[in-house]
Nanobody
Framework: QVQVVEFGGGLVQPGGSLRLSCTAS??????????MGWYRQAQGKQRELVAD???????NYADSVKGRFTIRMDSDRNIVHLQMSSLKPEDTAVYYC?????????WGQGTQVAVSS
């Protein structure tokens, strides 16, 4: 059974930094192509892609986070990190980890990120 668990999140001041991490258990590392990524959903808005990365190293960022966020994957342990810098109040949202493998998509329960002074 695949389980996706997020770590990190919390309250940070504008301009600050935060790191989110996500682990996917129940998937044998490096056996199938995989995409791990982060989505976010602000209150009253639709869930949107923040960034994702494939096991082949292809990375995709939302325009709103380019130059501020960095995604990295540890393919040996099925872990993905999202380093967030220069955070803005509009980055406030629940952040969800997403794992895609073998035509299946798995979601974590989400972690709250709040950017406020």
């Amino acid at each position: 059974q695949v389980q996706v668990v997020e770590f990190g999140g919390g309250l940070v001041q504008p301009g600050g930094s935060l790191r989110l991490s996500c682990t996917a258990s129940g998937i044998i590392p490096r056996t199938n192509p995989m995409t791990m990524g982060w989505y976010r959903q602000a209150q009253g808005k639709q869930r949107e892609l923040v960034a994702d990365i494939t096991s082949g190293g292809r990375i995709n960022y939302a325009d709103s986070v380019k130059g501020r966020f960095t995604i990295r994957m540890d393919s040996d342990r099925n872990i993905v990190h999202l380093q967030m810098s220069s955070l803005k109040p509009e980055d406030t949202a629940v952040y969800y980890c997403n794992v895609k493998v073998l035509s299946h998509a798995y979601w974590g329960q989400g972690t709250q990120v709040a950017v406020s002074s």
